[in-house]
């Protein structure tokens, strides 16, 4: 890298500099690879199979599978609006969690049906279902419902406001890392789902505990063709 930034080029292509490092030395790489960035103000074509690179080195990514282009963005909308599942399953740890369901229209209403359990849709999300003709009841279409861990709450309070996406679920593993921890669950003993709560969490293994879902950061995808319907 020395060698190639004494001659001041125009563009430096690196190809996973950092593959052969351990990990603590690859987050103090990261850094300095991000300081130089912004010194030297020089355009860099970095690519990498890790996903957390990408987030913090880049200011636009470009995420490909088998040799195609599958969404060209900024990391935080790659994250926040991701235009089909394997772009919403590759950016971010844990992944999204995704759940297949039927959007059934039910009194005057929509709501993706899971296991059993059902979720309300508010009317944005509702008229993009009706409109694509995902609550046909004579041809219905699946759909795949997208939410990240750290959108599923385990907090009375935020239950307590959420009766339309609450639900049960038995807790299998509690992962504690400190500042977080990662709830793994079954829902209806076949759904599994992850949650990243608050440290404080009562919940332990073999808990059976009400979680529920933040209706305003939910994806939903066509099962299909695996493109997104509405963020």
């Given at each position: 890298m020395g060698r190639a930034i004494v001659r001041n080029p125009k563009v430096f292509l690196m190809d996973e500099p950092l593959s052969n490092l351990d990990a603590k030395l690859r987050v103090q790489m990261r850094i300095e690879i991000s300081k130089l960035h912004q010194k030297l103000q020089t355009t860099v074509i970095y690519v990498t199979h890790d996903q957390t690179e990408a987030m913090t080195l880049g200011t636009r990514i470009v995420?490909?599978?088998?040799?195609?282009?599958?969404?060209?963005?900024?990391?935080?909308?790659?994250?926040?609006?991701?235009?089909?599942?394997?772009?919403?399953?590759?950016?971010?740890?844990?992944q999204m969690n995704f759940i297949d369901c039927q959007a059934v229209e039910q009194d005057g209403a929509v709501v993706l049906k899971f296991g059993n359990h059902s979720i309300k849709l508010n009317e944005k999300?509702?008229?993009?279902?009706?409109?694509?003709?995902?609550?046909?009841?004579?041809?219905?279409?699946?759909?795949?419902l997208g939410i990240r861990p750290e959108d599923i709450k385990d907090e009375e309070s935020f239950i307590n406001m959420s009766k339309d996406s609450s639900l049960e679920a038995t807790v299998r593993v509690y992962e504690l890392l400190g500042a977080e921890v990662f709830l793994y669950f079954d829902i209806d003993e076949t759904i599994p789902v992850t949650a990243r709560v608050n440290p404080r969490t009562t919940a332990r293994p073999g808990d059976t505990i009400t979680i529920a879902f933040d209706l305003t950061k939910i994806h939903i995808f066509d099962k299909e063709t695996e493109q997104i319907i509405s963020h």
């Open positions: 995420v490909m599978k088998d040799g195609v282009i599958q969404q060209v963005d900024t990391p935080q909308n790659l994250y926040d609006r991701p235009q089909n599942l394997f772009v919403a399953g590759f950016m971010g740890s844990p999300r509702a008229q993009k279902l009706i409109d694509g003709g995902y609550t046909n009841e004579e041809f219905p279409k699946k759909v795949v």
